[in-house]
């Protein structure tokens, strides 16, 4: 099979953990036969240096040509002005909304090899496996009026959370098919005793909900979910919520998993999203990154954790490319080096293996090819 993606590497650590995950990915491809071409356009603060903008020209109709993206981190202290007016995280907020990808999968399952790495219980952890499925394109980060201004009283900012039902609709679609594949269980969070927006967004929920009577739905308010996350995190299966909750909810969650290190997801988007019986179409177009930042205090250093990005590439390979078997194998092979003892640097414990970002890629890569 052809495999052409589109690389969008970005600031921080993201080159270094993209070259990772594009060893194993090249290892995959030798394995099973698989040919891989790709491109390389600039995002982020390394975009504003270079063009002014967040985003290289060219960029949204290279990712087009491709059938997935595959993308580092964005952002770092030497843009991190509140007063400027393009920022790095615009040009990845450009790039979902420009490729119209509203539903972002971030997948969060406890390894026991790692419950020591939490600071919760390894009794809280036990059995941990959850998706959280974030809607991307809506919400605060996109709705208008979005802008900040001076009066005689001093600065005012606003910023403005709208979503239609549509929005909700095909979003709340997608959780109750991935619930329909797993264990059929679906949490909606919202704040519906306060916003507007939520207690749209818990009617339609519950509309759509009756659609999917083989599926067990709660409605929670977002505060109460974030407080169970830590202290009964496997009474998740799906969570289904909107862009900021997701957003805020899923860097929680990172801590289930001992360490951002280790969390991927997937954005995916069109008309063609879902397949039915709890399972999307193969090949549908999406972006996969890992859920952690651009690291700026470690970036060059060699010591990022590459796990949650060569974790994308399973992803990828799963949605994009409908090569489920090449995607296990990662993950499998991800699981096994945990089980033996190697960690990263943001992993390491007493007794365990360190490797740097560089060892840890080829060490899965190896493992893949063997």
Same mark, same amino acid.
């Given at each position: ?188 969070? *919202?704040? @519906?005793? =306060? /916003?507007?927006? #939520? ?5 339609? $929920?519950?509309?759509?909900? &009756? +659609? ?38 899923? *860097?929680? @969650?990172? =801590? /289930?998993?001992? #360490? ?5 997801? $997937?954005?995916?988007?069109? &008309? +063609? ?40 590439? @399973?992803?990828? /390979?799963?949605? #994009? ?5 090449? $995607? ?43």
């Amino acid at each position: 099979m052809d495999i052409k993606i589109a690389i969008t590497a970005g600031d921080g650590i993201g080159p270094e953990v993209v070259e990772e995950a594009l060893k194993v990915l090249e290892a995959v491809n030798r394995r099973f036969g698989h040919k891989l071409t790709h491109s390389s356009w600039l995002i982020g603060g390394c975009s504003i240096d270079k063009f002014g903008s967040a985003i290289e020209p060219g960029t949204i109709e290279g990712c087009k040509k491709a059938n997935a993206v595959l993308l580092g981190a964005v952002g770092g202290p030497k843009w991190d002005d509140p007063k400027a007016k393009v920022r790095p995280e615009d040009g990845l907020l450009h790039l979902r909304k420009a490729l119209g990808l509203f539903s972002n999968l971030r997948p969060v399952k406890s390894h026991k090899a790692l419950l020591s790495a939490s600071t919760l219980k390894p009794e809280a952890l036990n059995n941990v496996d959850m998706v959280v499925v974030r809607e991307l394109t809506g919400g605060l980060y996109f709705g208008k009026p979005k802008k900040r201004w001076e009066t005689s009283r001093g600065r005012k900012a606003v910023d403005t959370m709208a979503y239609s039902e549509q929005e909700v609709e095909r979003i709340m679609r997608v959780g109750f098919e991935l619930a329909r594949g797993r264990r059929k269980k679906l949490t909606s969070v *919202d704040k @519906a005793n =306060v /916003l507007k927006t #939520s207690q749209l967004w818990r009617e339609v $929920a519950n509309e759509v909900a &009756k +659609e999917y009577a083989d599926v067990k739905m709660d409605s929670m308010l977002v505060d109460t979910c974030a407080m169970r996350l830590v202290t009964n995190p496997a009474y998740f299966d799906v969570i289904v919520t909107e862009n900021t909750f997701g957003d805020i909810l899923t *860097d929680e @969650a990172a =801590v /289930l998993a001992g #360490s951002m290190g280790m969390l991927p997801s $997937a954005s995916l988007g069109g &008309k +063609e999203l879902i397949a039915g019986k709890g399972r999307f179409k193969d090949r549908t177009f999406g972006l996969y990154e890992p859920i952690h930042g651009s690291a700026p205090d470690i970036a060059g250093q060699n010591k990022a954790n590459p796990l949650a990005t060569i974790l994308s590439v @399973a992803m990828m /390979l799963r949605y #994009s490319f409908g090569l489920h078997t090449e $995607a296990e194998l990662i993950e499998r092979t991800v699981s096994s080096i945990i089980d033996d003892g190697y960690r990263t640097q943001d992993l390491m414990r007493e007794g365990m293996r360190l490797m740097n970002t560089q060892e840890m890629g080829s060490l899965v890569a190896s493992k893949v090819t063997a």
